[in-house]
């Protein structure tokens, strides 16, 4: 088979008398017999006959109708086998990565058939008789590459060589026969069935503008499924008569690369394969959504829901940035490799702060945080209340209502049950957290690039905090606090984050509000002044329950003070970060600012498919 557009197809061969009949009556009693019910026995299924297929040649006409057949069932088993990794902190067990290499492969299977389909078709119909099949077989194909690209971006994992050059010779031709704009019905779609070519190419390429290896769990999806009703507010023309502006990006329809700022694209390379994406009435559209808009969710962003398809409003600010505004590099990054201690989370970073200031015998005068007993440390205790009824208000038990016990069955009180186990139950012990050895990469004045120098316990997010102690002096217990702003992970490297800097010394104090028990505190970490960058002093607290207003009670060193959180500086969903005010007993602000000193990701996924 001659390929007429270029595409990465196999050599195919003839098909033996052994081999799968790809006739329609075959194909629909092959997909009726499969054990839906049982997602991993489907999905080995359907990965095995996606691999015969692309083997052998077929007449175009039953492979395309056993693929547009199959994209149904497809989709069903990928989505249940996201549940084992989106949402799930990296780097992922050797099972879990196994499943996102078979996610990958299925969508990649699929989307090879449809180029295979498409050079089948354009070696018979050399002069496009049917235009409406091969826009369709087209934009069919883009959007398994687009979920290619999508699996990726969830796991934070390298997306395949040439994932990108088959999408823009996919797009080229398309341009090149007058297909962009031929309506196709595409049933996977969430808002908008009806789509052509140039609406999944232009899905495919705002979403790689999100950076969305530095998007948090869930939030590539969001964004990918959103898209479909906003794609229409941006445009892709040529590069005549172009006028600078932030909202431009390039796109090189002869490379292997996704698009980038059209101020450092090489426009005079291969100028007749550049396109530039223009993406400025999107962007006036999300700026009046976010005037106008909703306030929920404006002060406290909790936790992005993977399962729902709109955007918080910290999202849509965020993609705003990536859209119309090209990052600009303030500080230069120097290589080094030197090895540093790190802690992943709220907890592990006040936990190794509090020990190493007990060793420095900083916290000398706190008793209340530093004697044999950690206030940090307490389980929560719930006491069972006895509510009567009389007589005439007496209403069945809502496990009745569902269960009939017999009435002499014997049971003793829960109650007294439940009260006598937490009195014989040993509280179970404190785990403390232990620090974990990466190596940095690169550094520079305001963050640094780090990575796993062997397996790590070590869950990461995007989001969420992490403490640095640099190993330049034995003899310091310092720790730096900073933030996860994007992640990369994979079985040769390793997992990879670039952390942004907030303090290169915190302070871990307690945080109650006014009305709980004194022993009642939370994990908080005090960030310092850093009057260079101007920084005023800031509380890193839980992503819940505090919002702007809040009047709490601190305790550093022992002492307690009565503050009121004047602004939030950040919620990543994992942690929050506050300005504050201090005030007097009566409520009265008394001065607004504190100084306080893998295995081997091949296709061969024999064994995974039971973990699905």
């Known amino acids: 088979m001659s390929k007429q557009l270029g595409l990465d197809i196999p050599e195919l061969e003839k098909p033996s008398k052994d081999n799968f009949d790809l006739r329609p009556k075959q194909v629909d009693a092959w997909l009726d017999s499969l054990p839906r019910a049982n997602i991993g026995e489907t999905a080995r299924r359907v990965f095995e006959m996606l691999v015969e297929i692309n083997r052998y040649r077929y007449p175009y006409q039953n492979r395309i109708y056993f693929l547009d057949t199959a994209r149904e069932t497809v989709l069903y088993v990928t989505d249940a ?13 050797s099972k879990n990565l196994k499943i996102v290499s078979a996610t990958r492969e299925i969508h990649h299977a699929m989307a090879i058939g449809y180029m295979i389909a498409i050079e089948g078709y354009l070696n018979h119909n050399l002069f496009f008789s049917d235009t409406k099949l091969l826009a369709n077989m087209i934009q069919r194909c883009m959007s398994s590459l687009g979920r290619v690209l999508l699996t990726s971006y969830q796991t934070y994992t390298p997306y395949p060589n040439n994932v990108w050059s088959q999408i823009h010779k996919l797009y080229l031709a398309a341009e090149q026969q007058k297909l962009l704009s031929i309506t196709t019905i595409d049933n996977q779609n969430v808002h908008n069935v009806k789509t052509n070519i140039n609406c999944e190419y232009m899905r495919i390429l705002l979403t790689a503008l999100t950076s969305p290896y530095k998007l948090r769990h869930g939030e ?54 550049l396109r530039v994406l223009d993406s400025n009435s999107l962007t006036k559209a999300i700026r009046k959504d976010l005037k106008h808009g909703f306030k929920t969710g404006e002060t406290t962003i909790t936790s992005i829901d993977i399962n729902r398809p709109d955007l918080s409003q910290d999202l849509m600010k965020r993609l705003l940035i990536a859209w119309c505004m090209i990052p600009k590099r303030n500080y230069p990054r120097n290589d080094v490799e030197e090895s540093v201690h790190i802690t992943l989370g709220l907890t592990a970073t006040h936990q190794v702060i509090i020990s190493g200031s007990k060793k420095d015998n900083s916290y000398a005068n706190a008793p209340s945080t530093t004697g044999e007993h950690d206030i940090f440390d307490q389980t929560a205790k719930y006491e069972a209340n006895n509510i009567s009824h009389s007589e005439t208000d007496a209403q069945p038990d809502v496990w009745e209502m569902i269960y009939f016990p017999d009435e002499d069955n014997g049971l003793e009180s829960l109650q007294e049950k439940f009260k006598d186990e937490q009195e014989s139950e040993t509280p179970p012990p404190v785990i403390k957290q232990q620090a974990e050895t990466w190596l940095v990469l690169n550094e520079s004045a305001r963050g640094y690039c780090i990575k796993t120098i062997s397996e790590t316990k070590s869950r990461a997010q995007v989001g969420e905090l992490i403490g640095i102690r640099r190993q330049i002096s034995k003899s310091t217990w310092k720790w730096g606090v900073g933030v996860i702003r994007w992640m990369q992970c994979d079985t040769t490297s390793g997992l990879m984050l670039g952390i942004e800097m907030l303090t290169p010394d915190a302070a871990a104090i307690g945080l109650r509000m006014v009305s709980n028990a004194k022993h009642d505190y939370q994990r908080t970490l005090m960030l310092p002044e850093l009057q260079a ?78 973990s699905i």
């Open 533 to 610: 960058v101007n920084q005023p002093t800031s509380l890193i607290t839980t992503a819940v329950p505090y919002r702007t207003g809040h009047k709490l009670v601190i305790n550093i060193f022992g002492k307690e003070i009565l503050v009121k959180l004047s602004k939030l500086v950040q919620n990543t969903g994992l942690f929050a970060q506050f300005q504050f005010e201090i005030m007097d007993e009566q409520g009265a602000i008394v001065h607004g600012e504190v100084d306080a000193d893998g295995e081997d990701d091949s296709t061969d996924f024999s064994g995974v498919w039971n």
């Open 220 to 273: 590539a999806g969001k964004v990918h499924t959103v898209l479909e009703r906003w794609i229409y507010k941006s445009k892709l023309k040529t590069t005549e008569n172009v006028t600078q502006s932030s909202s431009l990006f390039g796109v090189n329809l002869a490379s292997d690369d996704p698009p980038r700022a059209y101020s450092i694209t090489n426009k005079e390379q291969q100028a007749e394969f």
């Open 81 to 93: 086998m996201k549940r084992h990794f989106v949402g799930v902190n990296a780097p992922l067990p």
